[in-house]
């Protein structure tokens, strides 16, 4: 029985260390922190209109091009980085996003702001 335990506690600490050594969470954090700085300057540019969902996925992938260029640069690995690219918003979706918005410090305009993309009632 402690066999099997110390095996499957190897196989655990193998999946770990191989998913940890898959993705830079460094690039990750880069990435949205640069994303979430972005697009609050376009929202407060825009004044009362909210960022499109388009503009927001624009300036994602805009920023996982300029941070990647800037880690290739660095000699990172090509797959390291694909694999965060992925990650990167992923991480935001399901672990920042919910954070950023218990904290009310998101982006978001208030739902009482007029979007532009409503069509006036005729």
Same mark, same amino acid.
């Given at each position: 029985? !402690?066999?099997?335990?110390?095996?499957?506690?190897?196989?655990?600490?193998?999946?770990?260390e191989t998913t940890l050594n898959s993705f830079d969470f460094?690039?990750?954090?880069?990435?949205?922190? /640069?994303?979430?700085?972005?697009?609050?300057?376009?929202?407060?540019?825009?004044?009362?209109?909210?960022?499109?969902?388009?503009?927001?996925?624009?300036?994602? /992938?805009?920023?996982?091009?300029?941070?990647?260029?800037?880690?290739?640069?660095?000699?990172?690995?090509?797959? /390291?980085?694909?694999?965060?690219?992925?990650?990167?918003?992923?991480?935001w979706s399901w672990i920042a996003k919910p954070?950023?918005?218990?904290?009310?410090?998101?982006?978001?305009?208030? !739902?009482?702001?007029?979007? !532009?993309?409503?069509?006036?009632?005729?």
């Open positions: 029985m !402690d066999n099997l335990k110390l095996m499957l506690m190897e196989i655990f600490n193998q999946i770990i460094g690039f990750c954090a880069s990435v949205n922190i /640069l994303t979430y700085i972005v697009i609050k300057a376009i929202d407060e540019i825009n004044g009362k209109k909210k960022v499109h969902t388009w503009i927001k996925r624009l300036v994602l /992938l805009s920023s996982i091009l300029v941070v990647g260029i800037v880690y290739y640069a660095t000699d990172t690995d090509l797959k /390291l980085l694909m694999n965060s690219a992925i990650l990167a918003p992923v991480f954070i950023v918005d218990k904290f009310k410090i998101g982006y978001r305009k208030e !739902d009482k702001v007029v979007e !532009d993309s409503e069509e006036p009632e005729l």
